[in-house]
């Protein structure tokens, strides 16, 4: 039969749109996990760059960079938009490879983690009158649409220009292993996104032909490189074993004018789906009584080897006195703060600060680029390939330029001795069994195998005064998070510092 397919209205100026669209796309967002400011409701919003990404006359995708705040209190987060006619939402509807809700997915390891129903209800954020009949206006990572426009950035090398945007992908792997003239998102099989993510949203991609691929789109956007995209990028031109093979990255620069910032807005590379991370590993060894000191052992040379790898590509530095004064000063405020609001803190509190002002007397390594949030559930157990590491942000709550600086390796290193420990209390916890050896064993393999590759002895006085320092600063940070969140896993960390103190 020879039909004519009625042409629909073209859509509004993007301007337009988001003009209507920011009051109910404010109070949306306040509501979102990775919103920062969820204590204080939805802030003043002003749309400071945007650019459509992909379009046709059914649909678009529009990048959107909206300030929530102002003057020092800004955040700006990165909102991709679908924009559609109801009720034809999805310009492929009834895609066969559509996710169930509830469909369990594993997320480099994290078990709890599934995928979000693209269901209107959850995607929508608003329909807007407008000339033509009425745009509904969703989240652009809640649909399958959206998503595939926001993986081909990686392959724009050209970039794509807005109104106070431009984003630019580097020309990631996925192009490269695509058959010749194919875009990467055109292998697409199937799309879906995460649940588990708080800051960022992770999407996964199944491909045709090749492993499937993991994106991070980045909701808070800070100027500056992105550890997680320059430490893995790194590692991965090193040819390491121990990170996700990278499938690329998509840079933007958003405002006007000479205000205008450059961050990274998306980073892309392999998934290993139905993987389990290395703090499951550990717990279920511990609980079962079961010795983990070769797969402590291998963990440790595997930490070190990301750390050469990381030295010989992103280069040392030689800290000096002022450097670190600075750092051991920052120890010491991090102390204060937990002993001010946790009495057994304060009873220690004047021999950790022994502790950590004894790191000053001896000499320390190299600064270089380290993972700098480093614990057992940032490391996953990939059969075939061993331990490979995860995540390499830093820590959430530090400043993007602070993450990004040289720092010192051995904070790595006592992070997962802490992890280590935390195995053992959280067994105490939950069963009230004894895994105090069990942690002192598996503690010792990473120690030695870290040593082993590292070319270092663990045990002579500088090295081990150190540790006492970054595992007294770390143990400290965490009787304070556990006294604010969670009392019951107090003793942990306590048991720490009352041995650290002497």
Known sequence: MDEQTPTAAPFPPTVGILEDLLPHLTAWMAAQRWYAAKSTGPAETAVVGSAVIAEDDAQQVIDVVVRAGSGERATDYQVPLYVSRPPTDHMAAGRADAVAAGQAVAVQGAAEDAPVADADAAAEIAVLAVPGGPLRVSDATRTDEGRRALL????????????????????????????????????????????????????????????????????????GENPDVVVQGALDAAGSAQVAP??????IVWGEGGRALTGHALFAQEFFPGVEDAWRVALRDAVAGT???????????????????????LGVTAPDDAERERMVASMLARLDASRAEVPEVDAVGEALAGVLRRA????????????????????????????????FEGEPMRPLADRALPDCPVRDIAGMLRSLDYVAGAVRLDSGGDATAWAQDARAAFLAGYADVAGISTDDAPFTTLLAAFEADKAAYEALYEARNRPDWLPIPLGSLERLAG
Do not use: C
């Not at 697409?188 to 649940?195: A, C, G, H």
């Not at 990278?246 to 840079?251: D, L, N, P, Q, S």
């Not at 000053?360 to 590491?389: E, N, S």
């Open 152 to 223: 081909a950035l990686l392959d724009d090398e050209r970039g794509t220009r807005g109104t106070g945007l431009v984003i630019r992908g580097n020309g990631g792997r996925a192009e490269a292993s695509a058959p010749e003239g194919t875009p990467a998102a055109g292998r697409i099989v199937s799309s879906r996104l995460l649940s588990g993510e708080q800051s960022n949203s992770s999407m996964i991609f199944e491909l045709e032909g090749s492993a499937p691929v993991i994106a991070k789109l980045f909701r808070v956007l800070q100027a």
């Open 291 to 313: 010795d983990f000191t070769d797969g402590a052992r291998s963990l440790g040379e595997a930490t070190a080897s990301v750390h050469r790898d990381l030295a010989e590509h």
């Open 246 to 251: 990278m499938h690329g990255a998509a840079e």
């Open 360 to 391: 000053l007397d001896v000499l320390w390594p190299p600064f270089q680029r380290i993972h700098g949030d480093y614990h057992l559930g940032q490391v996953l157990a990939v059969p075939g390939r061993g331990w490979v590491l995860l995540d």
